[in-house]
């Protein structure tokens, strides 16, 4: 039966990366990403009203997510939303969800609950970094106009009710996780710590790390 992790952090916290590391290191894994699933987007007024309502997990919305959860559980290939491949079942399932095991409707069908803790200025740096540096993109003369024109909405937003929203979810996910990570770590290590995780619960469903340095960033 599919062991089913999830790994929660703000953003810019490394959960994307880290699912695919590890899943690489597992010769396979089937990935869910939170992003093409959430209703609630960026609107300033959207996440103003959540906080305001005390930030319910339970309040974001993720339609199709739990469906397509227990469809990989069942052995089931699905076509999740946002436009990604199918994804085929696998022995191990990560899910990336900012609240981990916080909404009641995902708490039961997971097994492992993981967290990468990150400073909030190194995560707003690593978002800023990752818009700055994207590959332009030859079909839009703007490009340039475009990257800064998000680098600033993300930064106005981060000023005003975001960054609380980000300190609110990490919260709930970090009090319901079974191991917290330290996202300052690099890749390698912290593959290794969720590695270590997955045998401890399930010694058949890791395999041995092939890098185990204990370097930080």
Excluded: C
């Excluded at 990570?181 to 790390?209: C, F, R, V």
Aim: cysteine-free.
């Amino acid at each position: 039966m599919a062991i089913t992790v999830v790994v929660s952090g703000t953003s810019g916290a490394g959960k994307s990366s880290l699912m695919r590391h590890l899943a690489a290191l597992q010769g396979g894994a089937a990935l869910l990403f939170f992003d093409d699933y959430v209703e609630l987007g960026t609107d300033v007024d959207e996440i103003q009203q959540w906080v305001a309502e005390g930030a319910p997990a339970d309040a974001i919305k993720t339609p199709g997510l739990t469906d397509d959860l227990l469809a990989l559980q069942s052995n089931q290939t699905i076509h999740p939303s946002g436009g990604r491949a199918p994804v085929a079942p696998a022995e191990l399932i990560l899910l990336e969800d900012p609240f981990g095991r916080a909404r009641s409707a995902l708490a039961p069908l997971i097994d492992l609950a993981l967290h990468l803790e990150l400073p909030p200025d190194i995560a707003l740096a690593r978002r800023s970094l990752r818009r700055a540096q994207a590959q332009p993109d030859p079909a839009h003369a703007h490009w340039h106009a475009e990257a800064l024109e998000d680098l600033a909405a993300q930064f106005q937003a981060y000023l005003g009710p975001q960054r609380q929203a980000y300190r609110l979810a990490e919260a709930q996910a970090r009090a319901q996780a079974d191991r917290i990570l330290d996202g300052m770590y690099t890749l390698p290590e912290l593959a290794a710590q969720a590695q270590q995780a997955i045998a401890a619960l399930h010694p058949a469903a890791a395999k041995a790390p092939r890098n185990r340095s204990q370097t930080k960033e």
